[in-house]
């Protein structure tokens, strides 16, 4: 193998990776964006209000 061939096939070589790598983390951050967005806990919690139409009023028993 000559050097000339051989820096062409490291240099293609290198930057087909650096594509593949480049592509790779964009759909693995992605991903974990979406697994965060799903399961991430809520920056503010709602406070919970009870139904006060069904409660019985105690002295009427």
Known sequence: MNPESFIITVSVSL???????????EVFHA????????????????RFHAPTSNRQDSSTE
């Open 15 to 25: 930057a087909i990776g650096m594509l593949i790598g480049y592509f790779a983390r």
């Open 31 to 46: 991903i974990c964006r979406a697994v965060h967005d799903l399961y991430a806990t809520p920056k503010r919690l709602k």
